[in-house]
């Protein structure tokens, strides 16, 4: 049965174009009434024209539809909400979806990008939500639909203040969600892709024809319709895929409360804090009454061989004239840190409690609101001439139910927590760059994290500061300016107001600054988290994502196939849930589903062939050629093994074998075998390495590959050619390398060939890592002349090192060779675990010369087998190579 929306009235609001306005026309389409609001401003947030909301009003009504127009900005989001009641007497249905952009990176940021962003994006939900609230009370019925993005939830490099934005709504979302369930409003939260005004700025002509906005609106459809039950949901959905995300919090682990608890301690213990086995799926705190007894009960806690200190570190605290913030600024000074305490109220106290125990002049005091963060930091460069540390700790309460909320209520609590932590922030981070270091420790809440009754400004703002953590770390890293969140547990005067005295005596403030001294030291060992904290237990937290439903891009999405799905949708214990870290990791599905189309998986009439040989391609190589290649993929000159040929154990990394395959596969004509072929259009897929023969004769011979077609895989718009090569020693006959590629040709589709490639095995294997930290983790940082170095070994390829052609192929310059990045990573594991049988990856992504390879492996299969996967470190870990694994030979012990 259709979902239809018959007497209801829906308000969207940014209605007049992109999802929008795709919004209106579909709920319209299907009975509502629809006011169509849309200030008519840039993307950006400039001007204002009542045209686009008029034209999309004259659509829905030559449609047979009802609509009117509202031309107000969000900010005065109850005239929204009147126009609503004017016209049709009530609103059942509110779409949160106006937004604008002001991308800047965090250096340039001015105050007015950091306040426009807020005002439209979170300000303007806050408006015309409270707005509707009465209204959806008063009939017990209620639809939100929030807005946050990718952005939000992962960061992204230059959008400081969209992150912020968007994060926080997913906090406000929570919390409307619990006080809304029992007058059944309900309210969810949506990270969607689209071809909009905003995107099409950002994104190639092909992605946007794919990610359109009617792709995203089934989801929205179905999350408002009267007989859903979800609330308190968040969902990233683009292209036809559509998944849920939750928040993942480490089972953590637990430290005794006395004086061996120390920044050191922690760091030794880092691993179990990071590590999810038996995680849990919260909606709030942890048990920190049962946690505190446990932890009287541990003996000492071990310090560990790393020292920890913040010797001559200068550290601002604000909101450090008691509680929490006191708590820090004391063990900072212990450390041999200079403090600067910053305090509205009293800092002077605090001042002269760490003067008296570590001399004068170790804290001076400042008496300044946080979001006057210019002078804040100005007392720390009058007083110490610089400044390495912020801890953005400052922070009131206004708790009230949202019913009785007061927009000045609102205001302060965003203006107090969220631009207070930006404003000292952006204030020190000049002196960041200067000195290539930095520390900030931002405060978050579970209150942000999972929402809070009566804490919707709070919530908003504690989860803003979140999302403007995780973009603040990407943009840092490389400057070695670190940034992470805690949510702290802890008894100070503002947990006075909610909990028993007794309670707030026994949550420590003590108990959670060894964490944030750790964190703002040099040993600080991650950027861009997030951990709960309290009565000595410390647990990271992360976002979990269900494997989701991908449904055909070639085929009209409607919110009953949304409905027929859900249980697929939502379902996180199926075994394809991942953990995605970044924007890249988080748009893969999206992306990738791009070329799922519907059809017969039938090759009748298809004039491509799908098994064919070609002819075969003789080759030789030297001890200069192996030399070559081991530098190519990293090889240092104090590694004789790899590069001086007179040495007893000279020899070549076995990925070597994908040298003599990629003459070979270069020579195969790929225009005969699929229409439209583009060689600008060619992406190297997935390779699989199989070693015959080993070790190869380091003194040189020669060699003959013959590949063969295996199969031609039609993704609708690109096609996927699968080749074997198996190549051969001519003096022995003997085989030494099998290689299987898969190239991927976009453009190339649409022959009605087979949909689905076929299981081959090792070679097609999904090599999935296994849901626990790596066995093993290594780095290794490519040089500026890699890729010059690397095609040397016959990968003539210009996209790796003329820059006018990597333009042409819309990269900002030459990227490194897929191959050897799987080089770089095939060493590392050869070095580790000893010889293989056999290698797979899978591309996932580029890499520029000069970025840092960070290589992830996991034993699995008793031994025999190593997952691995690598990242780009620069880029926020970003995932280069997945779906790989090498089969140890006798379980990396012995050799071939």
Request: hydrophobic letters at 40%.
């Amino acid at each position: 049965m259709a979902l239809r929306y018959d007497g209801q009235t829906v308000v969207v609001t940014g209605a007049g174009g992109g999802l929008g306005r795709t919004y209106a026309l579909f709920f319209a389409s299907r009975g509502a009434n629809v006011v169509v609001n849309d200030l008519g401003a840039s993307t950006n947030g400039e001007g204002a024209s009542s045209k686009a909301a008029d034209v999309v009003v004259d659509e829905i009504k030559k449609a047979g539809g009802k609509a009117v127009a509202n031309y107000d900005s969000v900010e005065n989001g109850e005239r929204i909400i009147q126009t609503a009641l004017d016209a049709f007497g009530a609103v059942h249905i509110l779409i949160n979806n106006a937004g604008i952009l002001r991308d800047v990176s965090f250096k340039n940021m001015k105050d007015s990008d950091w306040d426009l962003i807020m005002l439209v994006h979170l300000k303007g939900a806050f408006k015309t939500t409270k707005a509707a609230w009465p209204v959806f009370r008063k009939q017990k019925f209620g639809r939100i639909i929030n807005t946050a993005s990718a952005a939000g939830l992962y960061g992204s490099f230059g959008q400081a203040n969209y992150s912020a934005a968007k994060l926080g709504l997913v906090g406000f979302t929570e919390t409307l969600a619990k006080e809304g369930e029992k007058y059944n409003i309900l309210a969810n939260v949506i990270a969607p892709i689209a071809a909009s005004r905003m995107t099409q700025t950002i994104m190639t002509e092909d992605v946007l024809k794919a990610l359109k906005p009617e792709k995203v609106v089934p989801l929205v459809a179905y999350l408002a319709h009267a007989d859903t039950g979800e609330t308190n949901g968040i969902y990233e959905v683009g292209a036809g895929y559509v998944a849920k995300l939750r928040w993942e919090r480490a089972q953590g682990t637990l430290f005794k409360t006395d004086e061996s608890f120390t920044p050191a301690s922690i760091l030794n213990r880092w691993a179990e804090i990071e590590d999810f086995k038996g995680a849990q799926y919260p909606s709030g705190p942890n048990d920190f009454l049962a946690l505190l007894e446990s932890a009287k009960n541990l003996p000492t806690n071990a310090q560990g061989s790393i020292p920890v200190d913040v010797k001559d570190k200068v550290v601002i605290v604000t909101g450090s004239g008691a509680g929490l913030g006191r708590a820090y600024a004391l063990l900072f000074a212990k450390l041999g840190a200079k403090l600067v305490i910053n305090d509205l109220a009293n800092p002077d106290d605090t001042v002269n409690e760490i003067n008296k125990l570590y001399g004068a002049g170790t804290a001076v005091p400042d008496k300044h609101s946080a979001e006057d963060g210019d002078a804040v930091v100005k007392t720390a460069i009058d007083a110490f001439g610089t400044v390495h540390v912020v801890v953005n700790n400052a922070g009131i309460l206004r708790d009230k139910s949202f019913a009785g909320m007061t927009e000045q209520q609102w205001d302060m609590v965003l203006s107090v927590h969220l631009r207070g932590t930006y404003k000292v922030t952006k204030a020190a981070w000049p002196y960041f760059l200067k000195q290539k270091y930095g520390r900030i420790v931002n405060t978050t809440s579970t209150s942000g994290i999972y929402g809070n009754f009566g804490q919707a400004n709070y919530s908003a703002a504690k989860c803003g500061i979140l999302g403007f953590t995780k973009t603040i770390a990407i943009e840092g890293k490389k400057y070695n300016i670190l940034a992470n969140c805690i949510a702290p547990n802890a008894g100070t005067n503002m947990t006075r107001t909610i909990l028993p005295e007794e309670i707030v005596q026994a949550f420590k403030p003590d108990y959670v600054a060894p964490l944030t001294v750790l964190l703002s030291s040099d040993k600080a060992p991650t950027t861009g988290s997030v951990f709960e904290i309290g009565s000595g237990w410390i647990g990271q937290t992360r976002w979990q994502r269900t494997g989701g439903v991908s449904f055909p891009v070639d085929q009209t999405l409607l919110p009953e196939a949304i409905q027929s799905k859900w249980a697929a949708i939502t379902n996180f214990d199926d075994g394809r849930a991942t953990h995605p870290k970044n924007t890249q990791e988080s748009l893969a599905p999206i992306l990738g589903n791009m070329e799922n189309v519907s059809g017969d998986s039938s090759s009748s009439g298809s004039s491509v062939p799908q098994e064919m040989t070609f002819d075969d391609y003789e080759s030789s190589y030297d001890t200069r050629d192996l030399i070559l290649y081991n530098i190519g993929i990293g090889a240092k000159a104090s590694e004789l093994q790899y590069v001086f040929e007179g040495d007893e154990n000279f020899t070549v990394i076995p990925s070597y074998g994908v040298v003599p395959y990629l003459a070979a596969q270069q020579a195969v004509d790929m225009g005969s075998l699929v229409p439209n072929f583009n060689p600008m259009m060619l992406l190297h897929g997935e390779q699989y390495l199989e070693i015959k023969s080993w070790p190869l004769n380091t003194e040189g011979g020669k060699l003959v590959s013959k590949p063969k077609l295996l199969e031609i895989v039609d993704k609708g718009k690109a096609a996927v050619v699968v080749i074997g090569t198996e190549t051969f020693d001519v003096a022995t006959g003997k085989p030494i390398f099998y290689n299987q590629s898969s190239i991927f040709l976009r453009g190339s589709g649409g022959f009605g060939g087979p949909k689905k490639g076929k299981d081959r095995g090792a070679s097609t294997a999904a090599n999935t890592p296994p849901k626990r930290a790596p066995d093993f983790v290594t780095t290794f940082k490519t040089s500026e002349d890699q890729a010059a170095i690397y095609r040397l070994s016959g990968d003539y390829n210009p996209l790796h090192i003329d820059p006018e052609y990597a333009k042409v192929g819309k990269w900002p310059r030459p990227i490194l060779h897929g191959l050897c990045s799987f080089g770089v990573s095939a060493k590392k594991l050869y070095e580790k675990y000893g010889m293989f049988k056999n290698i797979k990856v899978r591309f996932a992504g580029h890499v520029f010369p000069g970025e840092t390879l960070k290589i992830e492996m996991w034993k699995v299969d008793g031994g025999k087998k190593v997952i691995f996967q690598t990242k780009v470190v620069e880029r926020g870990d970003a995932l280069a190579i997945s779906s790989a694994a090498v089969e140890l030979v006798d379980e990396g012990k012995a050799k071939l």
